[in-house]
């Protein structure tokens, strides 16, 4: 299906799909926001996966048969990487303006993406065709996960080259994953400081063994989301839509520290927190800027769904 899309598609059609790679990137720099939210709300979800899980060996049998042409065509190679484009720059760059506002500004940027979240839980929910009580129990199980897993510690720093290659594989696939959030991933393994100090020092050797365990594990998952969307989907957005729901959790803008734990350079850091009332936030709540960002996001959300709609048509 996607393959007769890339056809009619246009320069213009391909920035936008670069754009909403940008959209992804900076949502997988935060921990808490999942770029595969933004990639299902923008229309292009299904044709990520598709095509990621299409990278087989008949495909590189293309290539050697049929020329790059052939190959290129059956790759979907123009949307991938416009979207990788977008999702590289965004991530890359967003990740460290990501740590100065999680670190100096919290309230606001987790408000904007609460706000984002929030109306991302209504058009992931919209696309289940049939409720029923499998779907019900289906969206009740992975609220849920999502929810214990925002709850959850995180480790201490590690930065030895297997661990990084597995934090890499583990993290794509929340990557992918509406409402679970891979950058929150690598926070909870220990990992997300380790990959973001590599991006600030340029440390090539730990972020190719990171691209290389992101690379394995996106082609060995995508092909478990392309068998469940093929076999059981509303069931499998159902649990997309728990994800997300759940997530909320992490992404409350007000938070009380329960503990702290030194990290490996002597800094103190929150170890475990909890979601309270902003009349309850010890300090400026910033109520009203924060319910501003909330709608702004809320409102970007119905904007990246209605231009997914209208690529799409």
């Known amino acids: 299906m996607f393959l007769n899309i890339t056809m009619q598609r246009r320069f213009i059609d391909y920035l936008i799909i670069s754009f909403k790679g940008l959209a992804?990137?900076?949502?997988?720099?935060?921990?808490?926001?999942?770029?595969?939210?933004?990639?299902?709300?923008?229309?292009?979800?299904?044709?990520?996966?598709?095509?990621?899980?299409?990278?087989?060996?008949?495909?590189?049998?293309t290539l050697f048969k049929q020329g790059i042409k052939a190959f290129w065509k059956?790759?979907?190679?123009?949307?991938?990487?416009?979207?990788?484009?977008?999702?590289?720059?965004?991530?890359?760059?967003?990740?460290?303006?990501?740590?100065?506002?999680?670190?100096?500004?919290?309230?606001?940027?987790?408000?904007?993406?609460?706000?984002?979240?929030?109306?991302s839980i209504y058009f992931v929910g919209k696309q289940i065709t049939k409720w029923n009580t499998a779907t019900i129990i289906a969206v009740i199980i992975g609220t849920i996960a999502a929810y214990y897993i925002t709850t959850l510690p995180s480790l201490t720093d590690n930065e030895s080259s297997l661990f990084l290659f597995i934090a890499g594989g583990?993290?794509?696939?929340?990557?992918?994953?509406?409402?679970?959030?891979?950058?929150?991933?690598?926070?909870?393994?220990?990992?997300?400081?380790?990959?973001?100090?590599?991006?600030?020092?340029?440390?090539?050797?730990?972020?190719?063994?990171?691209?290389?365990?992101?690379?394995?594990?996106?082609?060995?998952?995508?092909?478990?989301?392309?068998?469940?969307?093929?076999?059981?989907?509303?069931?499998?957005?159902?649990?997309?839509?728990?994800f997300i729901l759940g997530s909320l959790n992490k992404i409350w803008p007000w938070k009380e520290v329960l503990s702290w734990r030194t990290n490996s350079k002597g800094v103190e850091i929150p170890f475990l927190e909890q979601s309270i009332s902003p009349f309850s936030f010890n300090g400026d709540n910033q109520l009203a800027f924060a319910i501003v960002l909330m709608i702004i996001g809320f409102f970007t959300i119905i904007l990246l769904e209605k231009i997914g709609t209208k690529t799409n048509n």
């Open 24 to 61: 992804m990137g900076a949502a997988d720099a935060v921990p808490g926001v999942s770029g595969g939210t933004i990639a299902f709300i923008s229309g292009i979800y299904e044709e990520l996966i598709a095509t990621i899980s299409n990278v087989n060996i008949p495909l590189f049998k």
């Open 74 to 119: 059956q790759l979907n190679g123009n949307f991938i990487s416009a979207l990788l484009i977008g999702i590289v720059i965004s991530f890359v760059s967003f990740m460290r303006l990501a740590k100065y506002l999680i670190e100096f500004h919290p309230i606001l940027i987790w408000s904007f993406f609460f706000g984002l979240i929030l109306a």
């Open 170 to 242: 583990i993290a794509i696939c929340a990557m992918i994953l509406p409402g679970i959030s891979g950058s929150f991933i690598l926070v909870i393994l220990g990992a997300y400081k380790t990959l973001s100090d590599a991006i600030h020092d340029f440390d090539f050797k730990k972020l190719a063994l990171f691209v290389f365990g992101a690379l394995v594990g996106l082609l060995s998952f995508s092909r478990v989301l392309k068998w469940l969307f093929k076999h059981y989907h509303n069931i499998t957005l159902a649990i997309l839509t728990g």
